[in-house]
């Protein structure tokens, strides 16, 4: 059974206002009032400057720091676009420092900002016993056309990097599922392609589906969740999630929203972590990572708390 054994994040020491932010992308002043009453959003991290091999190295040092005796066998880079580097070449720059090691390295994109939850299912048949894996994830926000979903949610800046494996840990990994609507596969980037049309009336059921159909599968009920912790695409269609799917408002952890916006893939580790530094979980606990991604897939995993956090 994976366990997760650690967690480090990093962000770019720069901050941006929603104001500002929706200067810089445009926004009508209406637009602003949506993001900012409605969804829930405040402020990002974000820094033009800096590339996104250091902010993703800031979190792995201290994470390998703390955890000496581990040597990863297997890394993942998870992100969203395709490619985060020069296109076509062997490997990122990002995992060339663990390839140079000999240590098994490759990307994960295709469920975009769900692929980190699903990269724990991954890991769970990769490592042998003894075997630890790492998980990477995190990109920039890099462009306009990048930074806002219209309408929907705007990107912030992070990296979590996650030591998973099956030694005992902090997280138990109870169950992963994963559920794709396909329809909404195509995306090239071009402005002109209408890949979202739909997708706004069937992400909700689509959302709500995929999280009853995680509880079944898990055989619990909502009320047995101390926690979700979500992707941060915005507050209010976490609410409708909620009171469609039987949770409760207390049962979302929503902070992420207003501190640090929608971080790519991140969002879940960067919410469960925030949550264990800030004494919200106890053992025995269980949690529900949710992530949805365009494409679409939605990843949900179960886990456990092993030890007590508060």
Known sequence: MLNILDIALAFPARTEQLPDVADSLGLSRNQTRMFDRFFGFDRFHHD??????????????????????????????????????????????????????????????????????????????????????????????????????????????????????????????????????????????????????????????FACDTLRAALTHFGIAPAALRLVLPHNVNLTSWLQIAQETGLARDQLWLKGIGRVGHCFGADPFINLATAEAEGALAAGDLLLLVSIGLGATASCALLEVTTSHT
Not at 120 to 125: Q, R
Not at 137 to 166: C, Q, S, W, Y
Request: proline letters at 6%; one cysteine or more; charged letters at 20%.
């Open 48 to 205: 033009e400057t800096e590339a996104q091999q250091p902010l993703i190295e800031a979190a792995v040092a201290p994470l390998l720091a703390r955890n000496g005796d581990a040597r990863p066998s297997h890394v993942a880079h998870c992100h969203t676009l395709p490619s985060t580097g020069v296109f076509a070449a062997a490997t990122s720059d990002i995992l060339a420092p663990f390839r140079d090691q000999g240590q098994e390295v490759f990307s994960a994109t295709m469920n975009h900002c769900a692929t980190g939850i699903t990269m724990l299912d991954t890991m769970s048949c990769l490592l042998d016993e003894g075997e630890t894996g790492l998980i990477l994830i995190g990109e920039k926000a890099f462009h306009p056309d990048i930074r806002l979903i219209e309408n929907t949610t705007i990107m912030g800046e992070g990296a979590a990097a996650v030591l998973v494996g099956h030694a005992p840990g902090r997280y138990r990994l109870r169950g992963c599922l994963t559920r794709h609507a396909p329809q909404f596969w195509q995306n090239t980037g071009h402005h002109d392609e209408a890949y979202l049309d739909g997708f706004e009336a069937a992400y909700l059921p």
